[in-house]
């Protein structure tokens, strides 16, 4: 299993563009999450899903959008891209939601210009 | 709203020795608490899930204990060695898929060969 897979590793974008952050679990996890970490705020949510074709907003979910039309993905979308959201972003799967043991992502390091 | 705390926040200590990295969080009310390693640049390494039936769980050379009463949790690195200078952090799980887990700010730990 290559477990959580997150591409790309490293990503510069200028005010205003858009991207799509990839995430994709091969364990046939329900459970999938993003967060962002950024220095002195430790890691927050921002968006998760509980299964395919449903998704649900975290703590900071404002200029992100998520999707999942598949179990296995959990593409992370930036609308309008602003330097607010220069960060680290990770993506997470578990087997469920409540109880069970959370898989990170290597993470995508994303400046914003 | 859950608040995890970790103390202390950077610890620098010659190999060979026993140590203890604290973990305090403000809602009992949690269904698990988790571990993970983080090394520089890189994603998250799960340690130890511990649920909130659960005292403590063990792994090789880490111990991770739970009183949810007293809102705390430790990490016990046994004959520490270079190879564990990382930051560790903890996530309490506090339920429902909203709120995701709630991370401490990490402990960074510097193991002095």
């Known amino acids: 299993n290559a477990g959580v897979t997150q591409t790309p590793k490293f990503q510069v974008l200028k005010t205003g563009q858009s991207m799509t952050l990839q995430c994709a679990q091969d364990?046939?996890?329900?459970?999938m999450s993003w967060y962002r970490q950024d220095p002195g705020m430790g890691l927050r949510l921002i968006h998760y899903?509980?299964?395919?074709?449903?998704?649900d907003q975290g703590e900071v979910p404002n200029g992100y959008n998520v999707s999942r039309s598949t179990t296995e993905d959990f593409p992370l979308r930036l609308l309008s891209a602003a330097p607010s959201q220069t960060s680290v972003y990770f993506c997470?799967?578990?087997?469920?939601?409540?109880?069970?043991?959370?898989?990170f992502g290597p993470g995508t390091r994303l400046t914003v210009t | 709203k859950q608040e995890v705390t970790q103390i202390p926040a950077a610890l620098s200590v010659p190999e060979g020795e026993n140590l203890v990295l604290n973990c305090s969080f403000t809602?009992?009310?949690?269904?698990?608490l988790q571990w993970f390693r983080q090394d520089p640049g890189k994603g998250l390494t799960s340690l130890l899930l511990?649920?909130?039936?659960?005292r403590e769980q063990t792994s090789g050379r880490l111990n991770a204990s739970l009183d949810k009463s007293s809102g705390r949790s430790t990490l016990y690195i046994a004959a520490s060695q270079p190879g564990d200078s990382a930051t560790y952090l903890c996530?309490?799980?506090?339920?429902?898929?909203?709120?995701?887990?709630?991370f401490g700010k990490g402990t960074h730990l510097i193991i002095q060969p």
């Open positions: 364990m046939n996890h329900e459970y």
């Open positions: 809602d009992s009310a949690i269904y698990n």
């Open positions: 899903s509980v299964g395919a074709g449903i998704t």
């Open positions: 996530a309490a799980h506090s339920g429902g898929g909203a709120d995701g887990l709630t």
């Open positions: 511990i649920q909130s039936s659960q």
């Open positions: 997470a799967s578990s087997l469920g939601v409540l109880g069970y043991e959370q898989y």
